[in-house]
């Protein structure tokens, strides 16, 4: 799987992508990323990407062309040219884990991280999909791309240590059930015990625990 991410501020994302889980991805070559920096495609000698609103307002939006034209080089980009493109916007649909799953699935994904008040409409018709990460504002649409690509990755077969560690937890069977809590070193913790059946070697009576102790979100 390839991800390119379209932002005015790449540095932004060198530590998410060089840690953990996703340095392990791109390390096995199971998901690659590549990011794009927008001011590549300004305008003029100033490489301007942003402008006032018409109609007047706070802020800077930004510009259509430079967006169009970074989008369409990540398009370029990708063998057979299938890509979706998805926006990053507090307008968009809410993301679950349903979704994470559908994305997944895509050979190639391109997010799109607005900045200041946001964007010229008219990029919409450039893009597959919008995407909020819920109800609230953020500064730039970083933090959602980087949260979109990091629940994407972990579900790429082979990204994970154990098979089947992405099918146990919480949201995975499409539900709103969350996972059961879990334990650990030691039995007993501040006064606190591991509930005994943890313990017990018994595994039938430990799914069963298991099973009562999910919830619904
Ligand atoms: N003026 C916009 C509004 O009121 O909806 C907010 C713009 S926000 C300051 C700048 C950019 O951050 C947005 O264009 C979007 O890319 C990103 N962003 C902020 N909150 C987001 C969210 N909840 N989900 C996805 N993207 C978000």
Same mark, same amino acid.
């Given at each position: 799987?390839?991800?390119?991410?379209?932002?005015?501020?790449?540095?932004?994302?060198?530590?998410?992508?060089?840690?953990?889980?996703?340095?392990?991805?791109?390390?096995?070559?199971?998901?690659?990323?590549?990011?794009?920096?927008?001011?590549?495609?300004?305008?003029?000698?100033?490489?301007?990407?942003?402008?006032?609103?018409?109609?007047?307002?706070?802020?800077?939006? #930004?510009? =259509?062309?430079? $967006?169009?034209?970074?989008?369409? *080089?990540? @398009?370029? !980009?990708?063998?057979?040219?299938? /890509?979706?493109?998805?926006?990053?916007?507090?307008?968009?649909?809410?993301?679950?884990?349903?979704?994470?799953?559908?994305?997944?699935?895509?050979?190639?994904?391109?997010?799109?991280?607005?900045?200041?008040?946001?964007?010229?409409?008219?990029?919409?018709?450039?893009?597959?999909?919008?995407?909020?990460?819920?109800?609230?504002?953020?500064?730039?649409?970083?933090?959602?791309?980087?949260?979109?690509?990091?629940?994407?990755?972990? #579900?790429? =077969?082979?990204? $994970?240590?154990?098979?089947?560690? *992405?099918? @146990?937890? !919480?949201?995975?069977?499409?539900? /709103?059930?969350?996972?059961?809590?879990?334990?650990?070193?030691?039995?007993?913790?501040?006064?606190?015990?591991?509930?005994?059946?943890?313990?017990?070697?018994?595994?039938?009576?430990?799914?069963?625990?298991?099973?009562?102790?999910?919830?619904?979100?």
């Amino acid at each position: 799987m390839k991800i390119q991410v379209i932002t005015l501020f790449p540095e932004m994302f060198e530590g998410v992508l060089g840690s953990s889980m996703l340095w392990k991805a791109q390390d096995k070559k199971l998901v690659e990323y590549k990011l794009i920096n927008l001011r590549d495609f300004g305008l003029g000698p100033r490489k301007i990407v942003d402008d006032t609103p018409y109609g007047g307002g706070d802020g800077m939006l #930004l510009k =259509p062309e430079p $967006l169009v034209a970074a989008i369409e *080089a990540a @398009k370029s !980009s990708v063998v057979g040219n299938k /890509s979706s493109v998805i926006l990053m916007t507090p307008r968009g649909k809410k993301y679950t884990q349903a979704k994470a799953r559908e994305f997944a699935k895509l050979e190639n994904l391109i997010l799109i991280c607005g900045r200041y008040e946001g964007y010229d409409e008219r990029i919409t018709k450039f893009v597959d999909e919008q995407i909020s990460i819920g109800d609230y504002v953020l500064t730039g649409g970083e933090l959602p791309a980087m949260i979109l690509l990091d629940s994407v990755t972990r #579900l790429v =077969p082979g990204v $994970l240590g154990g098979d089947t560690s *992405a099918e @146990k937890e !919480s949201f995975s069977d499409g539900s /709103s059930i969350l996972e059961h809590p879990h334990y650990t070193r030691p039995e007993v913790f501040r006064g606190m015990k591991v509930p005994g059946v943890l313990l017990s070697g018994n595994h039938a009576a430990i799914e069963t625990w298991r099973k009562q102790n999910s919830k619904k979100s």
